[in-house]
C-alpha cells in the first residue's frame, strides 16, 4: 500500500502560480511512477503530468505543457508539481496517483490515489 496526500492548493489570480507536493508513505516510494489528474465541476478527470519513477521521464498534457512542471524527490518521498501562468480553466481538484507500471496518461495505469487539493484560479 502507499498512502498519498497532496497539498498546496488555494486561490489564485490568472496568472499566478502554485505549488503542488503529493506526500508518499508506505512503500518505497521509489519504485513507483507518479502523476497528476485533475478534474474540474461537471466534467471528467483529465490527465495533467507524470514522472517516471527515477524522474528521468516526464509526460505532460498539451493544455499544460510549457506552464506546469512536474518534479520528485525520493530521498523526501515527495513530487512536485509547480503550476505557472495559470489560467481560469486550470481550476479543479487535483490529485497524485502512483503506479508500480509506469508513467502513463490514463487513469487505469496507477494503483494508488490521494484525496485531492482544490485549485481555483480567478479571472
Given at each position: 500500500?502507499?498512502?498519498?496526500?497532496?497539498?498546496?492548493?488555494?486561490?489564485?489570480?490568472?496568472?499566478?502560480?502554485?505549488?503542488?507536493?503529493?506526500?508518499?508513505s508506505g512503500r518505497t516510494f521509489s519504485n513507483y511512477a507518479v502523476g497528476w489528474f485533475r478534474q474540474a465541476p461537471g466534467?471528467?478527470?483529465?490527465?495533467?503530468?507524470?514522472?517516471?519513477?527515477?524522474?528521468?521521464?516526464?509526460?505532460?498534457?498539451?493544455?499544460?505543457?510549457?506552464?506546469?512542471?512536474?518534479?520528485?524527490?525520493?530521498?523526501?518521498?515527495?513530487?512536485?508539481?509547480?503550476?505557472?501562468?495559470?489560467?481560469?480553466?486550470?481550476?479543479?481538484?487535483?490529485?497524485c496517483a502512483a503506479s508500480a507500471r509506469k508513467a502513463g496518461m490514463g487513469a487505469y495505469d496507477y494503483d494508488y490515489w490521494?484525496?485531492?487539493?482544490?485549485?481555483?484560479?480567478?479571472?
Open positions: 500500500q502507499v498512502q498519498l496526500v497532496e497539498s498546496g492548493g488555494g486561490l489564485v489570480q490568472a496568472g499566478g502560480s502554485l505549488r503542488l507536493s503529493c506526500a508518499a466534467k471528467e478527470r483529465e490527465f495533467v503530468a507524470a514522472i517516471s519513477w527515477a524522474g528521468v521521464s516526464t509526460l505532460y498534457a498539451d493544455s499544460v505543457k510549457g506552464r506546469f512542471t512536474i518534479s520528485r524527490d525520493n530521498a523526501k518521498n515527495t513530487v512536485s508539481l509547480q503550476m505557472n501562468s495559470l489560467k481560469p480553466e486550470d481550476t479543479a481538484v487535483y490529485s490521494g484525496q485531492g487539493t482544490q485549485v481555483t484560479v480567478s479571472s
